[in-house]
């Protein structure tokens, strides 16, 4: 975990190498057990981070950030969350299971660049805001402590969107399986 006096930006950025780390660690990993217990590692990671930026440092940059750019991030979130609520339920044997993941690191790199894109990124415009990223590490590490040990023995929660509106989806048979 990064240092609890770390700010605010240096904290989330520590959260986007270790889950760069463990994509990568993903990709190379052969085994099932190796790779779900490396994508479980992913989804607790992830869900712990989107969790401390939407209820702790997306609303401390609102009035300071571009709203677009929040917006992209709260639903760039919620797709993450539908992939890791799939990945959790499934198993590396299905067909789609690597896939997922693969998938789920590319949403996240798009999501890594656009938060810390240099000038006009969500960190750089939070910072030339003048927020105070101390106050907010010490926030942002202190929630992070909290979820991570809430999910270490009570599991990843199911996934709770704020952008998805719960629109009717057709599921259809899987692919490769007749209807």
Do not use: W
Not at 25 to 54: N, P, R, W, Y
Not at 135 to 157: D, I, M, N
Not at 158 to 168: H, I, K, N, S, V
């Amino acid at each position: 975990m990064a240092d609890s006096h770390a700010d605010a930006i240096a904290l989330l950025k520590a959260d986007h190498r270790k889950v760069e780390r463990l994509f990568e660690q993903f990709e190379a990993a052969t085994g099932a057990g190796k790779k779900q217990a490396l994508a479980k590692q992913i989804c607790t990671e992830l869900t712990v981070h989107a969790t401390i930026e939407e209820e702790i440092f997306y609303p401390a940059c609102k009035g300071k950030v571009e709203e677009d750019l929040l917006n992209e991030g709260y639903v760039e979130h919620d797709g993450a969350k539908v992939l890791i609520a799939e990945i959790e339920a499934g198993s590396p044997d299905e067909q789609f299971y690597d896939s997922k993941v693969k998938v789920l690191s590319e949403q996240i790199e798009h999501h890594v660049g656009e938060e810390e894109r240099p000038s006009i990124g969500i960190f750089s415009q939070a910072r030339a805001a003048g927020l105070d990223m101390d106050a907010l590490g010490f926030r942002l590490a202190a929630r992070k402590k909290e979820l991570t040990a809430q999910f270490a023995t009570a599991g990843v929660p199911a996934p709770e969107t704020r952008t998805f509106t719960g629109a009717e989806v057709d599921t259809r048979a899987p692919v490769g399986k007749p209807r």
